[in-house]
């Protein structure tokens, strides 16, 4: 079995950043793509920014140029830098990866349980 745990999120006001950590941990051989999605109130849960194990990444369009995702291999933990943040950036921020366990043949996702990230204007 495989957990995802976030950390960082919090209440900030517009303009101001955030940085969320999300760490893995459990029975695993190899993580493959990583990312953050996030889900606003009464809204569905939308992709943010993925990356995968080679570093290359995906951005949504209203979070390019503010949002950076990262990752760091030997700790199985990936991050989201996030600046200038708009009240829109507002939901909860889910992380997410493809996960081959130990003795597995099959990629396998995962989830978080989410972490609250409030932007006031």
């Known amino acids: 079995q495989v957990q995802l745990v976030e950390s960082g999120g919090g209440l900030v006001q517009a303009g101001e950043s955030l940085r969320l950590s999300c760490a893995a941990s459990?029975?695993?051989?190899?993580?493959?793509?990583m990312g953050w999605y996030r889900q606003a109130p009464g809204k569905q849960r939308e992709l943010v920014a993925t990356?995968?194990?080679?570093?290359?990444?995906n951005y949504a369009d209203s979070v390019k140029g503010r949002f950076t995702i990262s990752r760091d291999n030997p700790k199985n933990t990936v991050y989201l830098q996030m600046n200038s943040l708009k009240p829109e950036d507002t939901g909860v921020y889910y992380c997410?990866?493809?996960?081959?366990?130990?003795?597995?043949?099959?990629?396998?996702?995962?989830w978080g349980q989410g972490t609250q990230v409030t932007v006031s204007s």
């Open positions: 459990g029975s695993i051989f190899t993580i493959f793509d």
């Open positions: 997410a990866a493809e996960v081959i366990e130990r003795g597995a043949f099959r990629k396998k996702n995962y």
């Open positions: 990356i995968t194990g080679g570093g290359s990444t």
